[in-house]
Each structure stands twice: as structure tokens, then as C-alpha cells.
T-cell receptor, first 116, second 117 residues
Framework: AQSVTQLGSHVSVSEGALVLLRCNYS??????LFWYVQYPNQGLQLLLK??????LVKGINGFEAEFKKSETSFHLTKPSAHMSDAAEYFC??????????????FGKGTMLLVSP | EAGVTQFPSHSVIEKGQTVTLRCDPI?????LYWYRRVMGKEIKFLLH????????ESGMPNNRFLAERTGGTYSTLKVQPAELEDSGVYFC???????????????FGAGTRLSVL
């Protein structure tokens, strides 16, 4: 069965600082992994995805994530935070309860707070 | 191109009432998903349509929830009668296909925030 753990419900950084949001997964099959972001009053927007190609995945808005099989991790990073990055971030793995390979299993989300 | 749209954005009802949520997927997307996020919890799968057919509804909490997708276009999710524990944000997502990963990117709507008092 698939599951996702996001460490830290809230992460605070200063503008210009490194952003690191942690995600660990459990999957009974080779995983497809995703990071979504939700800005206030908007829908979930796909940041990036891992689909078993390159282990370092680059996404939108300067974010990237590295798939580490040995650590079952898919942490999200950005070298320099902007105020506009303040949002809630969700890590997800494809598969789980439901249509098996098709549905998404989400972590609880991490709220990123960026201070001036 | 329009994204996934959901109506209403907010709904406040009393326990025992009925509420219907609507989702309009991206045009041409055969797959439509409903998810729910209860406050403080993770987003959880409810059900999956392929066109007008329910592919899987194993995530539906109980028989007070009824989802339909007539004609394979928009979908509705009815809660009748609503209970306090039904409060949360209901998300809808759509994708082109379910099989290949490239075409199974799920695009989400902004959600409907349901408050049952």
C-alpha cells in the first residue's frame, strides 16, 4: 500500500533562504511521485513529477526535487525563497486506495511561510 | 483553455440538509476524480469516473454520498443528509487518461469548502 509522510506541518523561512520541504513515501511498486502547491483560494497546481527517469526533477518557479530510493524520499527544494512562494505544498504518490495505479495518495501538506 | 471549475466555492448548510457540489472538468478529459480534505487531515480519494462510468468508488465514506457524471461531462456530488463530519474541502480533478503517466497528470479545481453546522 502507498503512503506519504510530510515532516512538518509548517515551515518558516526568510526571503532569500533555502527552502526544504520533506517528503517520505512508502510504495509497494516503483513509485510515481508528485509535488503540488496550493496558493490561497486556488486549486492544486502541479509543481513537478518523478516518473522513473532522471532522479533530479526540475519543476516550475525554480523548485526541484530529488528522488532517493535508498531513503524513500522525495524532498522539495528551492535555493532562494520568494515571498510569492508562501503556500501549502503537498507531496503525493500515484496509486493507493481506489483505482490502484491511477489515484493519488497525499501527505498532510506543509504550509510554507516566508518572512521579509 | 479553461481549467477544472467547481461550484460553489463555499457552502454552509445545517445538519440534515442536502448539498450538491458540481465539477466541470477540462474539456476532453475522460477521467474525473473526487477527493476530500477534512480539516487537519490529508487529501483523500473518494471516487474515479471514466467518462460516465464509475471506475472506482471505494473511497466514498457511506451511502449518504452520491456521485454522478451524466453524459461523461460534468459531475455532481450530492450529500444527503449532511452530517457534521462531512465538513471539509471537496476537490475535483481531471486527466486525459488513467494509464500512461504522461497523460494521467491530474489537474485540480479550487475546491468547494463545505461547512455543516
Amino acid at each position: 500500500a502507498q503512503s506519504v509522510t510530510q515532516l512538518g506541518s509548517h515551515v518558516s523561512v526568510s526571503e532569500g533562504a533555502l527552502v526544504l520541504l520533506r517528503c517520505n513515501y512508502s510504495s509497494s511498486v516503483p513509485p510515481y511521485l508528485f509535488w503540488y502547491v496550493q496558493y490561497p483560494n486556488q486549486g492544486l497546481q502541479l509543481l513537478l513529477k518523478y516518473t522513473s527517469a532522471a532522479t533530479l526533477v526540475k519543476g516550475i518557479n525554480g523548485f526541484e526535487a530529488e528522488f532517493k530510493k535508498s531513503e524513500t524520499s522525495f524532498h522539495l527544494t528551492k535555493p532562494s525563497a520568494h515571498m510569492s512562494d508562501a503556500a501549502e505544498y503537498f507531496c503525493a504518490v500515484r496509486g493507493g486506495r481506489g483505482s490502484g495505479y491511477s489515484t493519488l495518495t497525499f501527505g498532510k501538506g506543509t504550509m510554507l511561510l516566508v518572512s521579509p | 483553455e479553461a481549467g477544472v471549475t467547481q461550484f460553489p466555492s463555499h457552502s454552509v448548510i445545517e445538519k440534515g440538509q442536502t448539498v450538491t457540489l458540481r465539477c466541470d472538468p477540462i474539456s476532453g478529459h475522460d477521467n474525473l476524480y473526487w477527493y476530500r480534505r477534512v480539516m487537519g487531515k490529508e487529501i483523500k480519494f473518494l471516487l474515479h469516473f471514466v467518462k460516465e462510468s464509475k471506475q472506482d468508488e471505494s473511497g466514498m465514506p457511506n451511502n449518504r454520498f452520491l456521485a454522478e457524471r451524466t453524459g461523461g461531462t460534468y459531475s455532481t456530488l450530492k450529500v444527503q443528509p449532511a452530517e457534521l463530519e462531512d465538513s471539509g474541502v471537496y476537490f475535483c480533478a481531471s486527466s486525459q487518461e488513467a494509464g500512461t503517466i504522461a497523460k494521467n497528470i491530474q489537474y485540480f479545481g479550487a475546491g468547494t469548502r463545505l461547512s455543516v453546522l
